[in-house]
């Protein structure tokens, strides 16, 4: 310690504990920009030494601060950045939710393919064990050769073989899919796998597909994010290389005591008032060459931003043009599963006059899985695709709806 009338220095020991408490609470003012901050604080000082206590408190502080320039606009920048990073988490939740749906869309499907296979194999069993029986007559009476004959039970055999695989198949889909829907007592039960229905709609429009992901996607909501902060980070620099100033008023309350009760009791009024300017007067090129680098950085993220931002309508335009291809070609496939089916069935029935060989028979069924086929992956793939748009968009287009809509109704309806 320095003593104040000699000014020599000493060295004594002091052992005391410091602690403090505040509460304080901030608000921007945004139609200037300024800030305007309420608080209250608490110091507490114990010196062991002398064994005595000291509070020192600020019942009240009103602080306000406003910058000459550019205040309203960082404000606005800011809220809207933070607007920005809120919509963009509550689009990712809904996109995460689409997600879990896409895959219980797709587990479904692999159920109705393998029930749909099973179906047709079991029928196709019960048909060709009919043929059997013709077949032997046949040749019995001398209609059929033995190798007709056999070709006929290889074909029986075949049938069997695919009903006791897609069988097999069934079985599995089905437990996949009621495990992840939590659905145990599927697995015990009879449940009844519907053909989906032809409800999609026929034709999407890829304008509207896109204006719906661009305000709705979670990636063009983070584009739109670092679209702002590009800008605020411009304006910043700006602002900091040019003319400015900054003033601060403030009100508060403080008195010391050594109780605690009497550190409250007819406190001092303090008032105060700076005013800060800042006035850039020697540059020497440093501080245009700090701006000429934001505005080189500024215009290479709005390059990368438009660049992205088409790569993404090009990437919904593709999905749009797959889900109206698709739709397409779930109607022809319906069609030709049904044509085909009915064609097995004709041949069937001449089978028994003789008119049809077991050629003609054999190829009609492999026609007959390749229409399944085509008809299965027409139904999966335009899904797929609606699917994908609708992740991409977070728009249904089938119940014309957002999704926000769908999953925060209660919300979406109070505001």
Known sequence: ????????????????????????????VGIIGGELSVSSRLNYLREFSNNRNRFGTNPLYINYS??????????KRQRGIQYAVYNNSLKQYCSEM??????????????????????????????????????????????????????MELQQLNNKY???????????ALRELSTFLNRPEWIDEEVEILTPEFNLPLQIDEKSAIVYARHNSPFALSQEEKRLKAEQTLFT??????????????????QYSDHFLDAYQKPDYTQGVMIGIQIPIFQWGINRNKIRMAKNNYQNSM????????????????????????????????????????QYVLLAHKFHSGKVSVYDLASAQQEQYSAMQRYYNAIQNAWNSF??????????FSKQTELKDLFFPITSHDN
């Open 303 to 342: 390059i990368e931003i438009d660049q992205a931002e088409v790569n993404f309508d090009n990437n919904i335009k593709d999905i749009v043009e797959d889900y109206n291809h698709n739709m397409n070609l779930w109607f022809v496939a319906t069609k030709s599963y049904q044509l085909s089916q009915e």
């Open 162 to 172: 695919a009903f006791e695989n897609s069988t097999k198949n069934y079985q599995k």
């Open 98 to 151: 689409s997600d879990i749906q896409t895959k219980a869309v797709n587990l479904f499907m692999t159920l109705f393919s393998s029930k749909l296979a099973a179906d047709l194999s079991h029928k196709n069993l019960l048909i060709s064990d009919t043929l059997l029986i013709a077949s032997k007559a046949l040749l019995d009476n001398g209609y059929f050769t033995e190798y007709e004959y056999h070709q």
């Open 237 to 254: 620099a700006k602002l900091n290389n040019r003319f400015n100033g900054n003033i601060k008023i403030s009100y508060g309350l403080n």
């Open 1 to 28: 310690m320095q003593n104040s009338e000699s000014g020599n220095y000493s060295y004594v020991e002091d052992y005391s504990n410091n602690s403090s408490t505040e509460i304080a609470i901030r608000q921007k």
């Open 66 to 75: 406003q910058p000459f320039i550019g205040g309203f606009y960082n404000y």
């Open 387 to 396: 699917c994908v748009l609708r992740k991409n968009t977070l728009f249904d």
